[in-house]
């Protein structure tokens, strides 16, 4: 198994800056690509960036893409998500995932097995 505990949320102006961190233990962290999911309120939780094993590869959704920038430290255990030119529609409960898999479908949130407890990130307009 692995454990997920996300960190670095908070309270931000539009157009400011919030780095979330995941770091994992227990685990498969290095075999397993890490993606990051963000839940607001009275909506699904969307897909937001996803990293592969080697963090050689990422993927964005198209609300995130030119702004938002996924990294992952195998040597630490952690998974980042740097978030620049922060709107006040960002604003959500970040997840972490776990994904140990190959294959599937990268946005689809049933595909990841290992999930974070979640961190706020709230944007002021």
């Known amino acids: 198994q692995v454990q997920l505990v996300e960190s670095g949320g908070g309270l931000v102006q539009a157009g400011g800056s919030l780095r979330l961190s995941c770091a994992a233990s227990?685990?498969?962290?290095?075999?397993?690509?890490m993606g990051w999911f963000r839940q607001a309120p009275g909506k699904e939780r969307e897909f937001v960036a996803r990293i592969n094993r080697s963090g050689e590869a990422t993927i964005y959704a198209d609300s995130v893409k030119g702004r938002f920038t996924i990294s992952r430290d195998n040597v630490k255990n952690t998974v980042y998500l740097q978030m620049n030119s922060m709107k006040p529609e960002d604003t959500a409960v970040y997840y972490c995932?776990?994904?140990?898999?190959?294959?599937?479908?990268?946005?689809?949130?049933?595909?990841?097995?290992?999930w974070g407890q979640g961190i706020r990130v709230t944007i002021s307009s």
């Open positions: 995932a776990a994904d140990p898999k190959l294959g599937g479908s990268y946005y689809d949130p049933h595909e990841y097995d290992y």
């Open positions: 227990g685990g498969t962290f290095r075999r397993s690509a």
